[in-house]
């Protein structure tokens, strides 16, 4: 691609299979279906028929194998002839037995549920440190294979289409053999990848599949789980039929009308020639048809294909946008001979975006700042294996904040993560693993641009993270020529968004020179001087901040592994307040990502052993706040905002200054000691208030003003001792599925109804009924509990609970007790949580 199109950063797509300039303006669109692959039917699309889209997820068997012997590994490898001979693979067959194996539903990540294991060997990439000190690695062969096993049928009617395994990621080389055959291998952990099954499959007849999963080696520097984490899909199909990720619907707005172009490849696997046509409707969020065209007829030889293009129009498009989140979809339709044989439903959404060196982002032609996070994809209790309710639980936590930006750090996400942003209304920095211009680099970028080049939510697709070597080493020249493939590659399959990299440097060398826009790690003496000297680059902030703190806690202690809720920061980054002030005042910056929303496991920050997760999050691994949530909220939201800190149970501090803080978006505020005011402040901008208060247990309270009135009071209260522990559930009602989840609080109170902030008793939890108790947290970076198991202690107030129904309708009953016999008089807690049928359920494999 010519060097103008990376230098003005407006692109387009004037041509499906190419791109022309189209001044100030960036189209896209997109969003995932609620339930299931964003490109499958949804359930009601009946018209879609033949092909079927079954969750393969339920009814599965594991376990662990062995990296180093084949004695423990059910002799794969004892000698050299496991591939010797087709169809000899006898562990995928009816003659083994696997009645001794776990019995378990996917997405499943082995790697949460092992002990937490001393090892510092190694440099800080590959050390079990920077993975959350799980005993992964060819250093651990008992627990780094994986084996899962599911017996299923195929109907004699099933003959004659084409029926495909697809994985939508596992951690990390997965071997997969069906009925007694060896099919194929996929390495790497984030991509998602499929099998056609059709030769191999026993008609009207049990079939047997086999996942040998060896997560010895990782993709990344960072906690990356083990196992099939994401979902798996039976798919069957026509042989004449849609290819894969090829649909794709690209718009232009002029006047009160979205022009339309679009266009697909239609795969005829067949033994036939076929004469296929397609008709394209376009329906909105209502499902009413708005638009509809036809590609005219071609006749495609066998084992051949063949493109097809269309145009349509929309009058008054719903615009998306993070306020209003406006969604449609393209339903394409593959006919031959005058009956269906293929279909799929499209998700899209109409909006413009571009990047001004001058002056920011533009969203529909309206100035918006980037309020971003970085976030890697584990959470408490679950590891990797996140149920889809999960993903948009985490948006909406971060949306609470005033956050309208995420960035996929430090690999292709999973769909049903980009599916919440696109219904939701978050956008979306999406970032490939593997930097590199090789045929396997290029292989997973191409997968994850195909992939989601649908969806509103992507405004930038990074290509990169932290390239030293490609950035200012010895091979800064080899970087800029391998960025430029990729970059080249991103605007060939997509030419309507900007290409980036997260660079920790100045960016005047190597992968940068390649960008489309350049996006700054950290460094905040780089951002003046580079758009001083190249006035014409758009510039953001792909990482920022690096702050640290440990919620709840306000003294940073060593031999506690806890950091100070006040500003604690590493040396290089800045606290929330100084890099917001940097790119929140400067009009040419587009905004930035902070690192990190949630906290993560592994890289435990700034303390290694026994720390075992990050404290960089601006919320704990629960999605608890910190008290910095609070700074965002507060600058990052428009509505009135007041949060003091810390608590007031100081006791045996009494006559000791506390640093008292607050977070607000008002004017003034006067904070108050059991009544008596310490005085009025004004709250500049960007910035907080702070006092410094002689200890006396009662109550504190900020009064927030505006305009002379008081707006909003908040207020901090001493406490008694623990008395009675509390259930709260995110929603008191789930889908009867076997994936949805209730996300349940617990806390605990005083003898006054007041939460206690200091609280850490030890609890046990009974969860019965329709409904099963699939991880527990409490967001302490130092805890070694189990993820898995039935008890968990408060940290400081706080523990969670995720419960998912089992498929049942009726109610799932929740009982929460305490064990700290030091504190008997804690009464337990119960809850119940209903599950309800539903007819959008997806279908499954039997």
């Known amino acids: 691609m010519a060097d103008i199109t990376r230098r003005t950063f407006i692109l387009s797509s004037a041509g499906l299979l190419g791109s022309c300039l189209l001044p100030r303006a960036i189209w896209a669109a997109g969003i995932g279906a609620p339930r299931g692959p964003a490109w499958a039917a949804s359930p009601g699309d009946e018209a879609l028929a033949p092909r079927e889209q079954l969750l393969f997820d339920f009814g599965w068997r594991f376990s662990l194998g062995n990296g180093a012997d084949p004695n423990k590994d059910f002799g794969y490898g004892f000698g050299q002839g496991d591939f010797s001979k087709t169809g000899s693979f006898k562990i995928a067959t009816s003659a083994f037995n696997d009645s001794g194996w776990h019995a378990l539903d996917l997405p499943h990540d082995w790697a949460v549920e092992l002990p937490f294991v001393h090892d510092d060997s190694g440099d800080d990439d590959t050390r079990l440190t920077s993975h959350g000190y799980k005993p992964l690695g060819r250093r651990f062969p008992d627990t780094s294979v994986g084996w899962y096993r599911r017996e299923f049928e195929i109907p004699e009617s099933d003959r004659g289409r084409r029926i495909w395994i697809e994985f939508d990621g596992a951690m990390r080389n997965v071997a997969l053999f069906v009925n007694g055959c060896f099919i194929g291998q996929h390495d790497d952990g984030y991509t998602p990848f499929r099998f056609d099954l059709s030769d191999f499959l026993n008609y009207g007849g049990k079939n047997y599949v086999v996942l040998r999963v060896d997560a010895s080696f990782g993709d990344g520097w960072f906690y990356e789980g083990a196992g099939i984490y994401r979902h798996v899909w039976l798919t069957k199909m026509d042989p004449v039929h849609l290819g894969r990720w090829e649909s794709v619907v690209r718009s232009t707005i002029k006047d009160q009308s979205a022009a339309l172009e679009l266009a697909t490849i239609v795969q005829n696997d067949g033994e036939q020639p076929a004469d296929a046509s397609l008709e394209w409707t376009i329906i909105d969020a209502e499902g009413r048809t708005v638009a509809q065209a036809t590609s005219p007829a071609q006749s495609i030889a066998a084992n051949a294909s063949g493109h097809y293009q269309a145009t349509a129009s929309i009058s008054n498009p719903a615009l998306w946008s993070p306020d209003e989140p406006h969604l449609y979809a393209a339903i394409v339709k593959v006919v031959v001979g005058g009956s269906v044989r293929d279909g799929e439903r499209v998700p899209f959404g109409i909006r413009t975006a571009v990047f001004d060196p001058d002056h920011g982002f533009f969203l529909n032609g309206k100035p918006l700042k980037i309020q971003g996070t970085c976030n890697h994809q584990d959470h408490a209790g679950v590891g990797a294996a996140l149920p889809d309710r999960l993903q948009s639980f985490r948006v909406s936590v971060l949306q609470g904040m005033g956050c309208n930006a995420v960035r996929t750090s430090h690999n292709m996400p999973t769909p049903e993560w980009v599916e919440a942003c696109d219904r939701m209304g978050m956008l979306m920095m999406c970032e490939t693993r593997h930097m590199s211009s090789s045929p396997s680099g290029l292989q997973q970028l191409e997968t994850m641009v195909k992939r989601y080049r649908n969806s509103p939510s992507i405004i930038i697709w990074s ?108 040396p290089w980054g800045e606290s929330p307040e100084q890099w917001w002030t940097f790119y929140g005042s400067r009009d040419w910056l587009a905004g930035g990502f902070a690192w990190t929303g949630f906290d993560y496991r592994g890289e435990p920050t700034p303390y290694g052993w026994p720390s075992i997760s990050s404290q960089f999050g601006i919320v704990d691994l629960c999605g608890f706040p910190k008290d910095y949530y609070y700074y965002y909220k507060a600058w990052w939201t428009k509505a009135p905002s007041l949060h003091v800190f810390p608590h007031w149970n100081w006791a045996g501090k009494e006559g000791q200054q ?187 494999v039997s």
């Open 463 to 570: 290509i990169g993270n932290e390239e030293w070597i490609l950035q200012e080493g010895e091979m800064a020249k080899e970087g800029e020529r391998i960025a430029a493939t990729m970059v080249e590659r991103c605007h060939e399959l997509d030419p309507t968004r900007v290409v980036s990299a997260a660079v920790n440097g100045n960016n005047e060398q190597g992968v940068s020179n390649s960008l489309d826009i350049i996006g700054f790690n950290y460094h905040l003496e780089f951002p003046d001087k580079f758009h001083a000297e190249h006035p014409k680059r758009a510039v953001f902030g792909s990482e920022t901040s690096s702050a640290i703190a440990t919620r709840g806690e306000y003294k940073t202690d060593k031999t506690k592994y806890t950091v100070s809720s006040y500003d604690g920061v590493v």
């Open 658 to 844: 506390i640093p008292v803080w607050v977070y607000t978006n008002l004017d003034e505020v006067e904070l108050l000691l059991n009544g008596k005011s310490l005085g009025i402040k004004q709250v500049p901008r960007l910035g907080h208030v702070q006092w410094d208060v002689t200890y006396a247990p009662g109550v504190i309270e900020a009064r927030g003003r505006r305009n002379g009135q008081t707006v909003l009071v908040e207020r901090r209260e001493t406490t008694g001792p623990a008395r009675k522990l509390r259930l709260a559930a995110d929603r008191a009602e789930i889908d009867a599925d076997g994936q949805d989840v209730s996300m349940i609080t617990v806390d605990v109170l005083d003898d006054h109804g007041r939460p206690v902030p200091t609280a850490n008793h030890a609890l046990s939890f009974r969860v019965s009924g329709a409904g099963k108790l699939i991880g527990v947290g409490n967001g302490d970076p130092n805890s070694h509990e189990s993820d898995k198991g039935s008890k968990r202690a408060l940290f400081n107030g706080l523990a969670q609970l995720i419960v998912q129904s089992t498929g049942q309708a009726g109610a799932i009953h929740i009982e929460a007790v305490s064990e700290d016999s030091a504190a008997p008089s804690i009464s337990s807690a119960s809850l119940v949580v209903k599950t309800k049928k539903t007819s959008a359920a997806v279908k499954r």
